[in-house]
């Protein structure tokens, strides 16, 4: 499964639970953030791992502390560039896996704590 069809997969799930897509695949110089959106008046970060079968575990293992270390980076490059720096915000991870079978979509909500590294 690509990238790509991994993060198409993750919008329309996220869509139909409430958020509000604003961006995809933002990049700057520090790196991307898969998604950006709104639930309610929170702003989510959102990184999208997608895997073909879950057998050395499931894919959101693969955002350990150093990817969330970067996509926290890129979050605070985000907010300054759009001058939100007060809006309220966080951090999902969404775990599919897509078999031939069926596919699994995991959401995990404020999967960890950011805004603690300043740029």
Excluded: H
Excluded at 28 to 54: M, N, P, Y
Excluded at 59 to 81: C, D, H, S
């Amino acid at each position: 499964m690509t990238g790509q069809e991994g993060e198409s997969i993750a919008v329309s799930f996220l869509v139909q639970n409430g958020y509000k897509i604003v961006e995809q695949n933002f990049k700057c110089a520090l790196g991307e953030i898969d998604l950006i959106a709104w639930e309610g008046e929170t702003l989510v970060f959102i990184e999208v791992k997608a895997r073909s079968s879950a057998l050395f575990g499931g894919p959101e293992a693969a955002v350990g502390f150093r990817k969330q270390e970067k996509i926290n980076r890129v979050a605070l490059m985000y907010l300054q560039q759009k001058k939100r720096t007060e809006t309220p915000c966080r951090f999902d991870v969404v775990g599919i896996v897509k078999t031939k079978e069926e596919t699994t979509i995991t959401l995990f909500r404020n999967a960890f704590d950011g805004m603690l590294f300043a740029l």
